[in-house]
């Protein structure tokens, strides 16, 4: 059953069974359709969360704590930090635009506003992952996004925190039953926190589409 090989942890405990799996083999890749390392160059690089903050001034989540604890070198490739170490987030058009390109960036100006701080995530080949600092869930930790420009542009919850992120891509929880981007709505032991998170993004629907109001 969907959560139950984790025994519904969440947050930090959730990451440190993901680092327990990664930790024999963490050069491995952490996609099954594309190479991306979980830890560069197989050494970990931590990096004290103490240091860093959101720009918003909201607080880093568990997860991200216990995993910077671990290894930083994710983020690092991802372009999570400026010249100066400190996090440089990126509004959601600029975003998209510096992934797919234009018009599509133009595409996601109407909503910009809502989500200023986007972080860039492995995952998805003409789709994209982005953690979206925003009102975290009862847990701590902010969603994690799929943004999609095949057909109808959208933005649709897919996880409710990098936790579950980490650990649905480890296995160690296994997918919810069912398709689409937000499966995990189901989830007996997540799905309440995607919940907390589509009411609180987007009124209790899962997602946006174009034409974006």
């Known amino acids: 059953m969907s959560g139950m090989r984790a025994g519904g942890v969440h947050g930090a405990a959730l990451v440190d069974r993901v680092i327990e799996s990664v930790r024999p083999e963490p050069g491995r890749s952490m996609l099954s359709y594309l190479t991306v390392p979980w830890v560069e160059g197989g050494e970990p ?4 969360a103490e240091a860093l903050a959101f720009p918003s001034g909201r607080p880093l989540s568990p997860s991200l704590r216990a995993w910077l604890a671990f290894d930083a070198s994710l983020f690092t490739r991802h372009g999570w930090f400026g010249p100066d170490g400190a996090l440089t987030p990126r509004p959601l058009d600029r975003l998209v635009a510096d992934e797919v390109g234009q018009p599509w960036g133009e595409l996601f100006g ?11 995530l492995p995952g998805g080949s003409d789709s994209r992952r982005a953690l979206v600092v925003t009102e975290p869930d ?12 095949d057909d109808l542009p959208c933005a649709e919850l897919m996880y409710p925190g990098f936790d579950v992120y980490l650990a649905a891509n480890a296995t160690v ?3 919810a039953p069912g398709g689409g981007y937000s499966a995990l709505l189901t989830d007996p032991v997540y799905g309440a926190r995607m ?19």
């Open 138 to 149: 009862s847990t701590g930790e902010y969603p994690i996004l799929a943004i999609d420009v």
């Open 173 to 175: 929880i296994d997918p």
């Open 45 to 48: 690089q931590p990096r004290p």
């Open 195 to 213: 919940r907390e998170h589509a009411k609180q993004l987007f009124g209790g629907a899962t997602a946006i589409e174009y034409p974006f109001d």
């Open 110 to 120: 109407p909503v910009a506003a809502r989500f200023p701080e986007c972080f860039l």
